[in-house]
């Protein structure tokens, strides 16, 4: 069975912003905490979401 035209973009759309959505919460709320600095959660976070991308595209 084929999917619709555009579904897995939406699929993926949706992974992107549930993931944001999760990590923002999280983070926000250590933040929040003064648990974390906001120039530390910034850096962690692009640290795991450059690291996801590699590992999904399959760059080295």
């Known amino acids: 069975m084929l999917d619709p035209p555009g579904m897995a973009e939406t699929a993926g759309a949706t992974v992107r912003e549930i993931w944001r959505n999760a990590i923002t919460a999280i983070f926000g709320q250590w933040i929040d905490d003064d648990e974390w600095s906001d120039a530390d959660a910034r850096?962690?976070?692009e640290l795991v979401a450059r690291e996801?991308?590699?590992r999904v595209s399959?760059?080295?």
């Open 43 to 45: 850096r962690v976070v």
């Open 52 to 54: 996801n991308a590699r």
């Open 58 to 60: 399959g760059l080295p």
